[in-house]
C-alpha cells in the first residue's frame, strides 16, 4: 500500500507541475521576456536509500574527486554541478527539478546520482535554511558545449571556474558565431539565435545581459536561458587563452581573392575557419600555420566576421567585406515559403543548411539562400512553439529549388486533407514539400572491458524530457556474448532530448556499473552508439 501511494503522489505531483509551467508562464516556453514560474508546491521528498550502486572506476586522467558546498536558502533554489560526472548527493532532501520541453523534470538526485547532468542547472526545495553538498569529478575538458531546445532552458555551469559569456561560442550546424553576436533582447530589429537576457539564481532571481563585460556562467548557479533556435554553446576547454587575429589583407575581396590572416596560437594543424558564421574549409584552406592562415573566398562567401575556433575555443573576429557582385558560376538558390499546420505563413523561422548557409521567413513566410554550392546538403528549419522540420536537398551547379515547409504548432489542431483536396494549394509543381515529422532513435549499447572483466549490458531505458508518454527499454538477462545490445525507439521526435540510461553488469564479481546520457534527435534514423559507462 505504501508503494502505491507513492506512485499516486508522484503521478498527481508531475501532473500538476506541469499545468504550473503551462498556466504559471502564460505559454512561458515561448515567452522570452519572462522565465518560467516555480511550481506551487515542493516536490517529493527522495525515496529511502535502495543500497549503494557502484560509479563506473575513474580513470587516473580525471583528477581527483570533489566536494562542493550549497547554502540553501528556505523555498526554491537553483543550482548547477561543475562536475563532468557527479558521484554522490548529500543534503537534497527533495527531488531535483531539471526543465526541458516545456515542463519540470523529477530526479532523485540522491539515490541516482549518475544521472545528474553537469550540462543543466537544476530546481531544489528546502524546507528550511541548510547546507548540502555535492562530490564529483572534475571537468578537465571533458565537457565542452551545453545544448538547448527552443524556448526557455535551465543551464548549469560544469566547471569549477566562472565560464564568461564572451569567450562561448554558439553553434547550429555547422554554422558558429561568438554568442554575444548572436545574442538580442526581446524586441530588437532583426533576427538572432538568443535572448540576451538570461536569468541566474542567487538568494534569488538575478537578471543579466550576456554582452555585458563581466557576465558569465557561474559555478554552482543554475541560469535561465531563452533561444529562438536550437543550438550548441561550445564551453572554452580549461586554461587555454584561444587564437587571435591581429590583421587581415586584404580586407576588402572577391570571390576567388586569396586572402592573409596573421595572429597568434592558430596552431600548426587546420583548425576551424569560419566567415560569417559558415566554415571555409577543404581546398578553400591553401596554407595553416600558427602565426598565418592563407585561404581562397569561396564562391558563395558573404561579407561579414572572420573567426578561428581551436579546440572549440572561439578567437577574436576581424571584418571581412566581399563584393556582392559575383558573377555567373556563385552557386545555387534554394527558396521557399514557411507555413504552420493550417497554411498560414510564418515569419522569422530560420531555415539553415548543413553547409553553414542560412536565411529567415519574412513577413508572408518566404525566405532565400543564395550562393550554394553544388551538393547534397541537409535542411533544417525551426522556430519557437513549432516542431522543427528536416529534409534533404540537392543541388546542381547554379541550380535553384523552392520548398514549401510546415511547421506544426505544438498543440496545434491540423485538419487532415488529402493531395487532391488541397493539402498543396498554392504549391507549383516545381516545389518540393518538407514538413516537421517524427523520427526514428536507435540506441547500441556496447560490452565494456575493464581491465580482464567484462562487463554485459544489462538494461537499456530511454524516455523523453518532460513527456513520459514517449520512453523504450529492454532487458537482457543473460550475456549471450554478444559486442553490443540495440534498443530500437521508433516514433521518438524530431527536434527532442532523450535520456539514454544504460545499466551494465559482470558475472565475476556481481556489481554494477550504470550511467545515463542526453541526445537531441536532429535527423531521421538517428543511430547513437555507447560502449563505456565513463
Known amino acids: 500500500m505504501r508503494k502505491g501511494a507513492l506512485v499516486l503522489i508522484l503521478l498527481a505531483w508531475i501532473t500538476l507541475v506541469a499545468g504550473v509551467a503551462l498556466a504559471g508562464g502564460g505559454g512561458a516556453n515561448c515567452d522570452p521576456t519572462r522565465p518560467p514560474s516555480f511550481p506551487k508546491d515542493p516536490p517529493p521528498a527522495c525515496g529511502a536509500p535502495s543500497g549503494h550502486v557502484p560509479a563506473p572506476p575513474r580513470k587516473a586522467s580525471e583528477g581527483e574527486p570533489f566536494t562542493r558546498t550549497y547554502q540553501l536558502v528556505k523555498g526554491w533554489n537553483i543550482v548547477s554541478f561543475p562536475f563532468s560526472r557527479v558521484l554522490e548527493l548529500k543534503g537534497f532532501k527533495r527531488m531535483l527539478l531539471s526543465y526541458g520541453g516545456g515542463s519540470y523534470y523529477l530526479l532523485d538526485g540522491q539515490n541516482n546520482p549518475s544521472e545528474v547532468n553537469p550540462r543543466l542547472g537544476y530546481l531544489v526545495y528546502a524546507d528550511a535554511p541548510g547546507v548540502a553538498t555535492a562530490r564529483g569529478i572534475p571537468n578537465n575538458a571533458n565537457i565542452r558545449a551545453v545544448s538547448f531546445e527552443c524556448g526557455w532552458n535551465l543551464c548549469g555551469c560544469p566547471k569549477e571556474k566562472n565560464i564568461p559569456w564572451n569567450m562561448l561560442g554558439a553553434v547550429i550546424g555547422t554554422s558558429m558565431h561568438l554568442a554575444g553576436d548572436v545574442a538580442a533582447l526581446p524586441g530588437d530589429e532583426g533576427n538572432y539565435w538568443l535572448s540576451a537576457r538570461v536569468y541566474r539564481f542567487n538568494k534569488g532571481l538575478l537578471s543579466e545581459d550576456i554582452r555585458t563585460a563581466g557576465t558569465a556562467l557561474i559555478p554552482g548557479q543554475g541560469t535561465w536561458v531563452f533561444v529562438w533556435h536550437p543550438l550548441n554553446l561550445t564551453v572554452m576547454p580549461g586554461k587555454q587563452s584561444g587564437a587571435r587575429l591581429d590583421r587581415v589583407t586584404p580586407s576588402s575581396v572577391s570571390p576567388g581573392q586569396t586572402v592573409t590572416l596573421e595572429g597568434s596560437g592558430l596552431g600548426s594543424d587546420v583548425a576551424g575557419l569560419f566567415l560569417a558564421g559558415v566554415p571555409i574549409k577543404g581546398d578553400y584552406i591553401l596554407s595553416w600555420s600558427p602565426t598565418r592562415i592563407m585561404f581562397r573566398v569561396p564562391s558563395y562567401a558573404m561579407s561579414g566576421s572572420l573567426l578561428v575556433c581551436m579546440n572549440r575555443t572561439p578567437s577574436n573576429k576581424l571584418s571581412l567585406t566581399v563584393s556582392e557582385d559575383q558573377g555567373p558560376g556563385a552557386g545555387g538558390t534554394l527558396s521557399g515559403k514557411i507555413q504552420d499546420g493550417n497554411k498560414r505563413p510564418l515569419k522569422g523561422a530560420l531555415v539553415m543548411l548543413s553547409n553553414g548557409l542560412s ?17 547534397e546538403w541537409t535542411l533544417d528549419a525551426s522556430l519557437t512553439g513549432h516542431r522543427a522540420a528536416h529534409g534533404k536537398v540537392s543541388l546542381g551547379e547554379n541550380a535553384s529549388k523552392a520548398f514549401l515547409i510546415t511547421l506544426t504548432a505544438y ?4 485538419p487532415q486533407a488529402s493531395e487532391s483536396s488541397g493539402a498543396a494549394a498554392g504549391r507549383t ?20 572491458y575493464y581491465g580482464n572483466t567484462r562487463w554485459w549490458v544489462y538494461r537499456v531505458y530511454v524516455k523523453e524530457w518532460g513527456n513520459g508518454n514517449y520512453y523504450w527499454h529492454n532487458t537482457w538477462y543473460n550475456d549471450a556474448g554478444d559486442t553490443y545490445y540495440e534498443l530500437k525507439c521508433p516514433g521518438a521526435r524530431m527536434g527532442k532530448t532523450y535520456t539514454v540510461y544504460a545499466e551494465w553488469r559482470s558475472k565475476e564479481n556481481s556489481k554494477i556499473l550504470t550511467n545515463s546520457w542526453q541526445r537531441k534527435i536532429y535527423k531521421q534514423y538517428q543511430k547513437e552508439n555507447f560502449d563505456s559507462p565513463m
Not at 536565411?359 to 550554394?372: E, N, Q, V
Request: aromatic share 8%; hydrophobic share 40%; net charge negative.
Open 359 to 375: 536565411a529567415y521567413s519574412k513577413d508572408d513566410g518566404t525566405f532565400l539562400i543564395g550562393h550554394i554550392p553544388a551538393g
Open 411 to 414: 498543440g496545434e489542431v491540423v
Open 429 to 448: 509543381s516545381s516545389e518540393e514539400k518538407i514538413v516537421s515529422e517524427k523520427a526514428n532513435l536507435d540506441v547500441v549499447v556496447s560490452a565494456y
